[in-house]
T-cell receptor, first 114, second 113 residues
């Protein structure tokens, strides 16, 4: 089955700097890659996603890049703010997977320092 | 605004007991899920349920069983809990017709003594 690796367990950045979180996946059939955010004591919240028919997607301060050849995708957060502090999970699934099954990475804890 | 509701928030029980968790979504979604998040924050899919079709993750022990009365409700029953079942159980829903985005509930924290 699919395996998603998230390579940084923690990431500390200064407020206003950029943060980059990297993930890799194993199954070439994966075609949907969402990112979720979990703030302390709260549940998961969708932040952005990308499908395999594009290699870049931007939403305000968030950009997702997808390199299908390397089976790698990344989340870029620009102009970080204190409220960006959270655990970020990457995930992957196949478009035709039964029940839209997501395989998650282990999460990257992002700390934005003042 | 919460659209996926879970009860209870917390549950403490002893090994061997049976527990049941409830989940309701008001988004009109066709698909619902149960995830387990362990103490290291690792998230694993347990079940997904699309209308009347249940998709089971083969790694889930048989003491876990989902129960659905309609597409807005997906409960989780655990027969004879074990210490390794201590975790946060997250319910989620999504529409297969758009976006694949999943909406998560607040979770139920289970502690097995």
């Amino acid at each position: 089955g699919e395996k998603v690796e998230q390579h940084q367990s923690t990431l500390s950045v200064r407020e206003g700097d950029s943060a980059v979180i990297n993930c890799t996946y194993t199954d070439t059939a994966s075609s949907y890659f969402p990112w979720y955010k979990q703030e302390a004591g709260k549940s998961l919240h969708f932040v952005i996603d990308i499908r395999s028919n594009v290699d870049r997607k931007q939403s305000q301060r968030l950009t997702v890049l997808l390199d299908k050849k390397a089976k790698r995708f990344s989340l870029h957060i620009t102009a970080t703010q204190p409220e960006d502090s959270a655990i970020y999970f990457c995930a992957a699934s196949m478009a035709n997977s039964a029940g839209n099954k997501l395989t998650f990475g282990i999460g990257t804890r992002v700390l934005v320092r003042p | 605004e919460t659209a996926v509701f879970q009860t209870p928030n917390y549950h403490v029980t002893q090994v061997g007991n049976e527990v049941s968790f409830n989940c309701k979504q008001t988004l009109g979604h066709d698909t619902m899920y149960w995830y387990k998040q362990d103490s290291k924050k690792l998230l694993k899919i347990m079940f997904s349920y699309n209308n009347k079709q249940l998709i089971v993750n083969e790694t889930v022990p048989r003491r876990f069983s989902p129960q659905s009365s309609d597409k807005a409700h997906l409960n989780l029953r655990i027969k004879s809990v074990e210490p390794e079942d201590s975790a946060v159980y997250l319910c989620a829903s999504s529409s297969r017709d758009w976006g694949y985005e999943q909406y998560f509930g607040p979770g139920t924290r289970l502690t097995v003594l």
